[in-house]
C-alpha cells in the first residue's frame, strides 16, 4: 500500500526539485518512489518530466534515428545519380 506523504512535505521537496536537488536523492532521503516525485512535478507542471535516464535513452534513440535518416537519403540519392 503506498504510503501518504503530507502536503507540507510534498511541498517541501518540490521545492528542492526546484532549487537542483536530485530527484533520485530526495527519494531516498524522505523514503518514497522516485516516480511520486516525477507524478507530482507532472500534476503541478501539467507537463511531462522524464528522468535523466530517461533523457538519455531517449537522446540516444534520437541520434539513432537521424543516422538511419541519413544513410536512406544518401542511398536515395546515390540511387538517383545510377538511374
Do not use: F, P
Not at 4 to 13: G, T, Y
Not at 24 to 35: F, N, P, R, T, W
Not at 49 to 61: I, M, Q
Amino acid at each position: 500500500m503506498a504510503k501518504r506523504v503530507s502536503k507540507e512535505i510534498k511541498a517541501e521537496i518540490l521545492g528542492k526539485v526546484k532549487a537542483g536537488q536530485r530527484v533520485v536523492e530526495l527519494a531516498a532521503q524522505y523514503g518514497i518512489s522516485d516516480k511520486s516525485i516525477y507524478g507530482w512535478l507532472r500534476q503541478e507542471t501539467g507537463e511531462t518530466v522524464v528522468s535523466a535516464l530517461e533523457y538519455n535513452r531517449l537522446k540516444r534513440e534520437n541520434e539513432e534515428l537521424k543516422r538511419l535518416v541519413g544513410e536512406l537519403t544518401l542511398n536515395m540519392h546515390v540511387q538517383k545519380k545510377s538511374k
